[in-house]
């Protein structure tokens, strides 16, 4: 794979294709202790869609990772600093970097510094390839930018640019004249609050009112016409073969930059469209969050281009995501699902922004458009628990505790897991009392009756403000019961946001028992 940067897709299809589960498992048997070296995305390729439990991994490391006694994670797996890996005496060590420049700092660090100290032992690299094939494809990649030949026929885009610069160019052909650029201006900074038990200092507990900022920014959205959308990121490129930056960033890289559509020889055939197509497929669109607040409501934004719409670019593959089309009136013929290989080319491209903090125009539109597919019923409770005990991971250490309080109290245990999407509605269009771990499922509040009110647990070291937002939007009273936070940096938040969470009971029944009283 060399410097050829892939995508998350891509990573996972490589995988696949060398059989890596077989190679996986047969280390595993052999090996006792087993060391992964990197951290990146192709690490979270390997962790969340291979089986791991056969193998002892003792630790995860990466440069990022300094020497210290404190202990940090990465999916859940211990890390280590490169200079501890010498304490851990691995029998084998995975190499996930697929930059051939890191592999060779990285075996040269082991050859140098961890074998004379520990013996020589196995390395497995996992994404190998010839530095010939690599430098040539490479060198070819750079000498195609300096061409003028459009990355439709060969080689990558020419750069990246942001929306308003390009639409600030002069236009000079008839097409190029029919672009639009449409801003919607959110409050630039909202201010929301939050409610939690604490104690005094005489350890008496009170209900502390927090409040928080979150600036929203701006949203908007593009006409291109003669545009292009390349690959399962929805890359949106121009007819003078520029990236446009805001429609296209991808979350799982620094920035658009590093997308691997530009270390391409050539993109996949062009498949061409009559008609206006609406982007609204994202990197993240396969989590339940990120597809409805991020992902379906660019239809919104794309709506208020008054344009009349044709196809929609859109993910397409989870029963969730097929309901959800279908109750919002689009029919298969309209939909084209990307993926690794799609290369669309309509007469015109609709694309927005994505990935903002959740707006009120966000809330309202998912309101408007599904909650007339609520069931309103004296079956469904008032009071629910959202249990993750199918979860993988941010589980509630001490739930049969916390729900044998909850039930006494009427509350009634909801697992998401395997419920249609309409289901989920009509669970949380009547539900007037919600408590629930920080978690994907809580998005579903936003179909809430008014003066909701909502308890959410969240750990020492990851504490997002995503459901607080949303209640802010909505007039929903929110809680939050905090595992005694520690002091961590935000980077140790992001590689702690799996962990399981315990609960304080003293706190949640002081909450329970007050809330009522704001």
């Known amino acids: 794979m060399g410097n050829v940067i892939k995508s998350y897709g891509e990573l996972k299809s490589f995988l696949e294709k060398i059989n890596f589960q077989k190679k996986l498992d047969a280390i595993s048997k052999k090996y006792k202790r087993i060391l992964f070296y990197g951290t990146g995305v192709s690490s979270n390729v390997i962790v969340e869609n291979f089986n791991l439990s056969n193998a002892n991994i003792i630790a995860f490391s990466d440069l990022k990772y300094p020497i210290t006694a404190k202990e940090e994670c990465f999916n859940g797996y211990k890390t280590a600093s490169p200079a501890d890996i010498i304490k851990l005496k691995p029998d084998f060590i995975i190499i996930t970097l697929y930059m051939s420049g890191q592999q060779q700092k990285v075996m ?24 010939l094939k690599e430098f040539l494809r490479e060198s070819f990649i750079k ?10 026929i060969l080689g990558s885009p020419k750069g990246i640019i942001l929306e308003k610069d390009w639409f600030r160019i002069k236009q000079k052909k008839e097409t190029e004249r029919n672009r639009k650029f449409i801003e919607f201006v959110n409050d630039s900074n909202i201010k929301f609050l939050t409610y939690e038990p604490v104690k005094d200092e005489n350890g008496d507990f009170y209900i502390k009112e927090v409040e928080n900022n979150k600036k929203l920014g701006t949203e908007f959205v593009s006409i291109i016409p003669q545009g292009r959308v390349y690959g399962e990121e929805a890359v949106v490129i121009t007819p003078d073969d520029k990236v446009l930056a805001g429609a296209s960033s ?43 607040v991020e992902t379906l409501t660019r239809m919104d934004l794309a ?31 309209m939909i084209i699902e990307n ?37 309103i019923s004296s079956n469904y409770s008032e009071k629910i628990y959202l249990s993750r005990e199918d979860a993988e991971y941010r589980k509630i250490v001490n739930e049969k505790e916390v729900f044998k309080y909850l039930e006494l109290l009427g509350y009634k245990k909801i697992i998401l897991t395997g419920k249609s999407f309409q289901e989920q509605i009509s669970i949380f269009a009547n539900a007037k009392y919600v408590v629930s771990a920080h978690g994907a499922g809580l998005v579903n509040t936003i179909f809430s009756p008014e003066n909701t009110q909502i308890v959410e647990f969240l750990s020492a070291d990851y504490f997002p403000t995503n459901f607080q937002i949303i209640s802010h939007h909505l007039g929903f009273k929110h809680y939050t019961i905090h595992e005694e936070r520690s002091e961590t940096t935000f980077k140790d938040r992001l590689s702690n946001f799996k962990k399981n969470m315990q609960v304080d009971m003293e706190k949640l029944k002081y909450l329970i028992e007050n809330m009522e009283k704001l």
């Open 108 to 131: 040269e660090f082991f050859k140098k510094e961890v074998f004379p100290k520990i013996g020589k032992i196995p390395v497995l690299i996992v994404f190998k390839e010839p530095f």
């Open 143 to 152: 000498f195609l930018e300096k061409t003028p030949i459009s990355s439709e």
């Open 250 to 292: 991808d979350v799982r890289f620094p920035s658009i930059k590093y997308n691997p559509v530009f270390h391409k020889i050539k993109l996949p055939k062009v498949q061409k469209i009559e008609g206006n197509a609406v982007v609204l497929s994202m990197p993240i669109s396969y989590n339940y969050y990120h597809w409805l």
């Open 303 to 333: 709506q208020k281009t008054g344009l009349s719409i044709d196809k929609y670019i859109v993910k397409n593959s989870t029963p969730i995501q097929k309901e959800c089309l279908k109750l919002l009136g689009l029919k298969d013929d």
């Open 339 to 375: 993926g690794l290989n799609t290369h669309i080319k309509a007469d015109k491209v609709i694309a927005s922004s994505y990935f903002a903090p959740v707006t009120k125009r966000a809330c309202e539109f998912l309101r408007e458009k599904f909650l007339k597919f609520a069931t």
